[in-house]
C-alpha cells in the first residue's frame, strides 16, 4: 500500500518535511495554536450535530433547542460542548495571542501571520455574536438588541449595518435567519479559509521559537512530527476531557422564550463582551459613539497593525518595557471591565440609546414612548430598561398574536 502510494504521491518529501527540526527553545505555550485548531473542528463537528434538530425561525428555535437539550440521545452533552467549547475558544486564541506577543513572535517575517491571526480572533468573536441569538430566548433577545444598537452608532455606515444585521427594522424572523446563515454558512468558509493561510504562513517562515534561540539553535530541536504532534494531541485529549467534564455537569443555561415585551428584561452579553458593555458606561450623551465606535476600532486597528508599530528588537516581553506595559494595561483594564461588566446591575446608558434601543420594541407595538415614561429618565443617568405603559405592552401582545 505504502509503495502504491509513494509511486504516486510525493509521501518522502512530505514525511521529511513534517520530520524537519522545530527551534531548540519551544515550550508548551507552543502547543495553543493547535488547541486552537482543535475546538474549531470541535465546534464544526458538534455545530452539524445541532442543525439536525435546530430550526432558525422564532416559532421553532427555542422549542428546538429545548428538545436537544432534553429529548435528543446526547443531545444536553453535545450542546453543552458547543456551547462551553465557544468560551473556550475564545480563551484558547486570546491565550495564543499572548504568547505570541510575549515572545514577539509577530516580528518579521511573520507581520501576515500576525494579521491573519487578528482576523481570526475577530471571527471568533462573531461566531459568539451570531450564536448568541440562535436559542431565541430572553437573553439572546435582548443582548441581540443592544449589540445592533451598538453597530448602529458608528459614524456613517452605522445605520446601514444595523439594518443589515436586523433584515428590517426590528429584530424578528429575518434576523434570526440571518444570523443563522452568517454562524453556519459564511463564517465557517471565511474561518477556515483564514485558518488555511494562516498555518501556511506557518509552515512557510516556520516555527519562531523563542527570542532565547540562537540562529544555529533554530534548526537542533526537537522534529515536529512525532514529538510536537504527540505533545499537542495530549494537550487536545485534556481539552477535551475537561470540557466534556464541564459539559456533562454544568447544564447549559436556557431562558424563557423570547419576548420583545418584556419591559423589565436586564441585556447582558455573552462574558467576553462585557468589556465593551461597561465600556459603554463611561461614555454619556454625545460622546457615546467613543464608547461603542472610537475605542473598539482604534484597539483592533493598533492591534492589527501591531507588528509594524513595535519597531523594538525581538525580546521577551519583560525585556520591552513599553510593550510589557501596554500589554499589562490593556489586559487588566479588560479584565477589571469583565468583572464590572458582569457584577454591575443594568447598562447605564444615555437617553438616546435608550430611545433607540427601545425603539424595535416600539415598532412591535405601534406605540410610542409614553411621556411619563421620557420623563423617567434623567440626563446621564438613564439605563436600559425600557420601561413601558400596560396600553403599549397590551398593544404589543395584540399585534404578535394578529401576526
Ligand atoms: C482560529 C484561531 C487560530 C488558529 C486555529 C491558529 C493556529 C495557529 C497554529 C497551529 C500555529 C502554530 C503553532 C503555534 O505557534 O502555536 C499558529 C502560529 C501563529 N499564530 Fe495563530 N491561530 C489562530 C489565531 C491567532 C491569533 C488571534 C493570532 C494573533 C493575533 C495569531 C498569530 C499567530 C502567529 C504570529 C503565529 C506564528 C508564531 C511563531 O511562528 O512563533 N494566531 N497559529
Not at 224 to 245: K, N, S, T, W
Not at 255 to 280: C, M, S
Amino acid at each position: 500500500m505504502r509503495q502504491f502510494l509513494s509511486e504516486r504521491l510525493p509521501l518522502e518529501a512530505f514525511s521529511a518535511h513534517l520530520r524537519k527540526p522545530l527551534p531548540k527553545h519551544i515550550n508548551l505555550l507552543f502547543s495553543l495554536g493547535s488547541l486552537a485548531m482543535f475546538l474549531l473542528l470541535l465546534q464544526a463537528a458538534t455545530g452539524a450535530f445541532l442543525a439536525f434538530y435546530y430550526s432558525p425561525s422564532p416559532e421553532h428555535a427555542h422549542n428546538a433547542v429545548t428538545y436537544i437539550s432534553e429529548e435528543v440521545p446526547f443531545g444536553a452533552f453535545v450542546r453543552g460542548l458547543h456551547h462551553w467549547g465557544a468560551s473556550a475558544m475564545v480563551i484558547i486564541v486570546v491565550l495564543h495571542l499572548l504568547r505570541v506577543v510575549l515572545y514577539s513572535s509577530y516580528k518579521a517575517p511573520r507581520e501576515l501571520t500576525w494579521i491573519f491571526g487578528v482576523l481570526l480572533l475577530l471571527i471568533v468573536l462573531g461566531f459568539g455574536f451570531t450564536g448568541y441569538l440562535l436559542p431565541w430566548d430572553e437573553k439572546a433577545y435582548w443582548a441581540t438588541v443592544v449589540g445592533v444598537e451598538i453597530a448602529s452608532t458608528a459614524p456613517g455606515l452605522g445605520d446601514f449595518v444595523a439594518k443589515v444585521m436586523r433584515g428590517g427594522t426590528e429584530i424578528g424572523a429575518v434576523t434570526l435567519s440571518r444570523f443563522y446563515a452568517l454562524h453556519t454558512i459564511w463564517l465557517p468558509w471565511l474561518v477556515f479559509g483564514l485558518v488555511g493561510v494562516h498555518l501556511f504562513f506557518v509552515r512557510y517562515y516556520g516555527s519562531s521559537g523563542t527570542p532565547k534561540n540562537t540562529p544555529e539553535e533554530m534548526k537542533t530541536g526537537k522534529p515536529f512530527y512525532p514529538h510536537q504532534v504527540f505533545e499537542d494531541a495530549v494537550g487536545m485529549l485534556i481539552l477535551f476531557v475537561i470540557l466534556a467534564v464541564v459539559a456533562l455537569f454544568v447544564p447549559v443555561p436556557l431562558e424563557d422564550v423570547a419576548d420583545p415585551t418584556n419591559a423589565d428584561y436586564d441585556p447582558r452579553p455573552e462574558w467576553y463582551f462585557l468589556f465593551l458593555f461597561q465600556l459603554l458606561k463611561y461614555f454619556q450623551g454625545p460622546f457615546e459613539v467613543i464608547g461603542t465606535f472610537v475605542i473598539p476600532t482604534v484597539g483592533m486597528l493598533l492591534l492589527l497593525f501591531l507588528p509594524f508599530l513595535d519597531r523594538s528588537e525581538r525580546a521577551v516581553l519583560w525585556k520591552r518595557p513599553i510593550a510589557l506595559t501596554v500589554t499589562s494595561v490593556c489586559v487588566v483594564g479588560i479584565v477589571v471591565l469583565t468583572i464590572l461588566g458582569g457584577t454591575s446591575k443594568k447598562l447605564e446608558t444615555t437617553d438616546a440609546a435608550v430611545q433607540e434601543t427601545s425603539q424595535p420594541t416600539e415598532q412591535i407595538q405601534g406605540a410610542t414612548t409614553s411621556d411619563t415614561e421620557t420623563e423617567e429618565v434623567e440626563e446621564g443617568e438613564a439605563v436600559f430598561d425600557f420601561q413601558l405603559t400596560e396600553e403599549e405592552i397590551e398593544g404589543a401582545r395584540a399585534v404578535e398574536e394578529s401576526q
